[in-house]
C-alpha cells in the first residue's frame, strides 16, 4: 500500500509539472515572426541585452508609408504601444545583416524628457520618426545646447538614414 502511494504521489507531481509548463502565457505578440532575410525589420533592444533577431517589433510590411518632410511614418497591421515599446528600450533597424538606425525610445505626449536623439513619438494617434523629443525644440532658440546634441547625432546617422529612405523608396513607400 505504501509503494502504491509513493507512486501516486510522483504521477501527480509529475502531472502538475507538466501543466505548469504548458505556453499559454506567451509575452505580448509582435506583429511578425518571419524569416530573417526580410528587407527591414526592427527588433528592441536594452543597455544590457539584445532581443533575439527572430523577434521583430515591426518589419517593411508593417510600414504603409514614411514622409520625408513631416517624418510621419503609418503603420498597417500593427500599432506601437508603450507596451511594446517601452520608455528607455531602444529600437535598432536593421536592414539583413547592417544596423540602419538607433531609435533611442518610444515617446508619448505623457513624457516630459528631452531626448536629443532619434526618437519613435507618438502624437494624437499618429507617428513620427523625430530627430528628437519635443519635437519643436529643434531650431528653437532657447534650446542651443539640446540643438547641439541634435545635430551631431543627425550627421553621425546621415549614411545609414539615406540607405533608410532609399529602401523606403524602392518599395513605394516613401512619400517626398
Not at 538607433?102 to 507618438?122: E, G, K, R
Request: net charge neutral.
Amino acid at each position: 500500500m505504501k509503494k502504491y502511494f509513493c507512486v501516486l504521489q510522483v504521477l501527480i507531481l509529475s502531472s502538475l509539472l507538466f501543466i505548469g509548463c504548458s505556453n499559454e502565457d506567451e509575452p505580448v505578440s509582435t506583429p511578425t515572426m518571419q524569416v530573417s532575410r526580410t528587407e527591414l525589420f526592427a527588433i528592441g533592444t536594452t543597455r544590457m541585452t539584445r532581443a533575439a533577431p527572430s523577434s521583430y517589433l515591426f518589419t517593411l510590411d508593417n510600414i504603409k508609408s514614411f514622409n520625408a518632410q513631416t517624418r510621419e511614418i503609418i503603420f498597417q497591421d500593427f500599432e506601437p504601444t508603450s507596451q511594446i515599446f517601452p520608455i528607455y528600450r531602444n529600437i535598432e533597424i536593421h536592414s539583413y545583416g547592417k544596423v540602419l538606425l538607433h531609435i533611442s525610445t518610444f515617446v508619448s505626449s505623457f513624457n516630459s524628457q528631452i531626448f536629443t536623439d532619434l526618437s519613435l513619438v507618438s502624437e494624437s494617434g499618429k507617428f513620427y520618426l523625430s530627430d528628437c523629443y519635443p519635437r519643436n525644440i529643434e531650431d528653437n532658440s532657447q534650446y542651443v545646447k539640446e540643438n547641439k546634441a541634435i545635430q551631431k547625432t543627425k550627421e553621425k546617422r546621415a549614411a545609414e538614414w539615406g540607405e533608410f529612405l532609399s529602401i523606403l523608396k524602392k518599395h513605394g513607400k516613401l512619400i517626398e
